[in-house]
Structures are given as structure tokens and as C-alpha cells.
């Protein structure tokens, strides 16, 4: 079963990246900074939306919304055993991703080497226009490349503000596949000291319509899907200072249950029905020692499921219940030594079970893959010093039926970073937005 897709969206969104700079007068071609606008702030926002983007943006999973996986996409054929290495050594600092998410327009783009073939790539847009009294349409672009993710996801937002802090948002997603595209409407409030918001999120709202209501023909997607439970989904987040030392995250996303008829159109009875269940929470505190002193620790947690059980002409490997889940907790330091110099260090451990079990009394396959605190090591590295990960070994092996199943051997030293970084003058960083490792 398959469903084809057009790159149009990616065309629409392209443009607007490359107009917006010209076009609006506020707009950003790179994400760029000036020395003394930087605080020593970290924050879970990039975990937060690439989170939310797992469920908001399912067509883009290797394989499309119906793909087998699961939601979280942690295991995947494509992915060796150094991936969380290059995840490390080309992911955004620590307050390059806070700066990030302080500024309302812009652009950033990071890629990195993943073997002697690929790399991954990802692209964030985001272009504002004020259209007076309070309101402002923009227009968000995220698109990346992984072995298990390929997204271009473009959305389209209103919001208006009112002077005493509290502000409404309505908007959705624009896909060159009708079915896949999402309506939000939200709320929230803010001032100087922060901000909180909650919005309601129905996914996949044209799905019925088109499908169930003005019917596809077959030439164009050969499997209808039939919401019998609309996907709901709130999601809300709060940031809080409280004085001049002390900082509050957090984000939650829940996906109400979820369930679905996917069925070749041309013999109903053949395909599958699915429940799903999706939930994710997120807390950071950070306290300021001093102006050129921060530290902070954080803690993520996202748990999904997915049971699925085939149709009377369905497929026997369609019967099976997925559950999958990620922790992560750990701690970061910003270190401001001079004028233009800074650290920045962060460690992390991971852990990630996944379990799928068959109804049909076939094998338990369980996967995990966990990582832990790193020991210190001094590599050197063109942007300054870091904490390089050792290899990593998740103890992959196959089984007698070909599934390929992780089970944790030894630790995994992986998941740190240390940056030495150096200001030049003129009030501009040395450009590193754009990371490249060498092919391996």
C-alpha cells in the first residue's frame, strides 16, 4: 500500500526561503546574533518541537504515515553504529538553540556526514509580517533528512496580541497531500518575565473529507484511511523566570486515543486498523551563578504505542502491539571567561526500550538502546575543544527470521559535549551554523 506525494510544498517553501530576506524588512537570511544580545540561557524547546513534529508530521516517516516503525522512529535499517556520534558532533550549542528560540524570524541550517554516502541535513525558516493592531501572519518552514525521517513540513499562523500580555494563535499546515494537513487554534500569555501557551491541534484534518466524502480515485492513491476516532492532540508549554537567578521549562504534548481503518480501496476488507496513544513531557530549571556563570538540568520523557490488528484480508504481520518510549536527564554549564570567549558543556543519559509483541504468538522483539554520562576526553576541533563520544555499540544482532533486535550489551559512553568558543570583533560570532564532518 503507498501513497504518492508531489514536491510542491517543497517548491512553495523554498521560495519563501529565498524571498523572505528581500521581501520582509525584519527577516533574517542565517541565524545570527551580536555579542551582547546572547544570554547564557539553555532551554528543551528543540526537543519539544522535534517531538511534536513525530506526531504533527507522521507522512514523513521512511515509509510514510503507515509505516510499520512506530512513532518514535529510534531503529531504523540506515542507522550505524557511530549515528549518535554524528548527532552530537553536528547538533546547534547550547545557546545557539536558546538564541534561536528567542528570535521570531530567521533562518538556520545544520548538515552533517553519516557514512562515506549521506548526510542529514535539517532547515528551520521562520518569516513574520505584521499586519497592525496586534496581528501578524507568519510562515514556518522545517525540513530534514535522516535515514528514518525525510520532512518538509511548511505551516501558516495568525496571532494577535493585546498590550497587557495575552495573545490567540489559529493556523495549519499546507501539504501537497490534502489529508495530511493539520488546524490549530491556541492561546496563551506574555510578558518580560515569560510566557505560557495551550493550543488544541487536530491532526489530519481533511482525511475524512476527502477520502470518505469526495472519494480518491484509484489511480491517484490505491489506500484510503477512515478516522473511526479523530486525531485530537493539545500540546502546552510554559517559560518562567522568577528573580535574576532562576529559570523554569516546560512542554507536554498528548495525543487523545487515536484510531484508524487503513484498507486497499479496491478490496476494503485488506489492511489493517490501528489505535494510537502518544504522550511527552519535558522540564528544565537552570540557575545564574553570576552574569558569566549558568547551569542548568533537564529531564525529557515520551512514551507512544501503536496496536494494530489486520482486517479479515489484512496481512498476519499487521497483528501486533508496539510500544515504544525515551528518557533522557542531564545537565549543561555556560561558562562566559572573557569578552569573546565562552564554554559551553553538556552530559546526557538515554534510555530507550521498545517493545513489540505479537498477538498471534510469534516472537517478542525488544530493542534498547541507552547512553550514558561520558568520560572527559580532550579533542581537539576546529571550533575549539570538545567531550567526544566513544563508539558507539547499542549490541545489534539479528535474529533467525531476519528482524533486526537491540539488546543492551555494555554502557554507552555517548551523549556529551564540551565547546571552547572565541568572539571575534564586530559583533558577529565565527560562523559555524552550518556543521560538516569529513565522509568516514
Known amino acids: 500500500m503507498r501513497i504518492r506525494r508531489s514536491a510542491a ?5 523554498l521560495c519563501t526561503a529565498l524571498l523572505s530576506p528581500l521581501l520582509l524588512p525584519g527577516s533574517a537570511a542565517g541565524q545570527t546574533v551580536s555579542a551582547d544580545s546572547v544570554q547564557l540561557h539553555g532551554t528543551i524547546r528543540d526537543w519539544a518541537e522535534q517531538t511534536w513534529l513525530l506526531i504533527a508530521d507522521r507522512a514523513a516517516a521512511d515509509g510514510g504515515r503507515l509505516t510499520n516503525r512506530g512513532i518514535l522512529l529510534r531503529f531504523h535499517e540506515g542507522i550505524d553504529d557511530e549515528y549518535a556520534l554524528d548527532q552530537v558532533s553536528t547538533a546547534f550549542g547550547v545557546t545557539d538553540t536558546y538564541a534561536w528560540w528567542q528570535t521570531n524570524s530567521g533562518a538556520r541550517f545544520g548538515t552533517g556526514s ?32 535522516t535515514p528514518a525521517i525525510k520532512r518538509n513540513y511548511l505551516r501558516i499562523g495568525f496571532r494577535k496580541d493585546w498590550k497587557q500580555g495575552p495573545f490567540i494563535e489559529f493556523g495549519g499546515s499546507l501539504d501537497a497531500l490534502k489529508p495530511d494537513m493539520d488546524l490549530w487554534v491556541g492561546g496563551g500569555f506574555k510578558d518580560r518575565n515569560g510566557e505560557a501557551r495551550l493550543s488544541v491541534n487536530w491532526l489530519d484534518a481533511f482525511n475524512d473529507a476527502i477520502y470518505q466524502g469526495l472519494e480518491v480515485w484509484t489511480g491517484f492513491a490505491d489506500t484510503a484511511i477512515d ?99 525515551t528518557t533522557r536527564v542531564g545537565g549543561y554549564a555556560l561558562w562566559q571567561i572573557a569578552l569573546r570567549w565562552r564554554v559551553e558543556t553538556w552530559l546526557a543519559r538515554e534510555w530507550r526500550p521498545e517493545l513489540r509483541g505479537f498477538r498471534s504468538g510469534g516472537p517478542v522483539l525488544a530493542r534498547s538502546g541507552r547512553a550514558q554520562l561520558p568520560r572527559a576526553q580532550r579533542l581537539p576541533g576546529r571550533r575549539g575543544i570538545r ?54
Open 227 to 325: 478516522y473511526e476516532r479523530q486525531s485530537w492532540a493539545l500540546r502546552a508549554s510554559v517559560e518562567r523566570r522568577f528573580g535574576r537567578h532562576f529559570r523554569v521549562e516546560a512542554d507536554g504534548a498528548l495525543l487523545l486515543p487515536t484510531r484508524f481503518t487503513a484498507y486497499t480501496q479496491v478490496n476494503p476488507d485488506s489492511g489493517f486498523r490501528q489505535e494510537e496513544d502518544f504522550a511527552s513531557l519535558g522540564g528544565l530549571v537552570e540557575w545564574t551563578f553570576a552574569p558569566s556563570v549558568t547551569a542548568g538540568a533537564f529531564a525529557t520523557w515520551v512514551k507512544a504505542i501503536s496496536d494494530r490488528a489486520p482486517l479479515p484480508a489484512g496481512f498476519p504481520e499487521d497483528d501486533y502491539r508496539l510500544t515504544e518510549e
Open 9 to 13: 510544498a517543497v517548491r512553495l517553501a
Open 387 to 440: 567531550d567526544g563520544p566513544a563508539r558507539r555499540d547499542p549490541g545489534r544482532r539479528a535474529d533467525p527470521g531476519g528482524t533486526v533486535t537491540w539488546a543492551p550489551q555494555r554502557p554507552d559512553p555517548a551523549r556529551g559535549r564540551l565547546e571552547l568558543r572565541h568572539q571575534i570583533p564586530g559583533g558577529r560570532r565565527v560562523p559555524h551554523r552550518s556543521r560538516r564532518r569529513r565522509a568516514h
Open 114 to 145: 553519516i557514512n562515506h554516502l549521506e548526510l542529514t541535513t535539517g532547515f528551520q525558516l521562520r518569516a513574520p509580517v505584521n499586519l497592525g493592531r496586534g496581528w501578524q501572519v507568519g510562515v514556518r518552514f522545517d525540513h530534514e533528512t
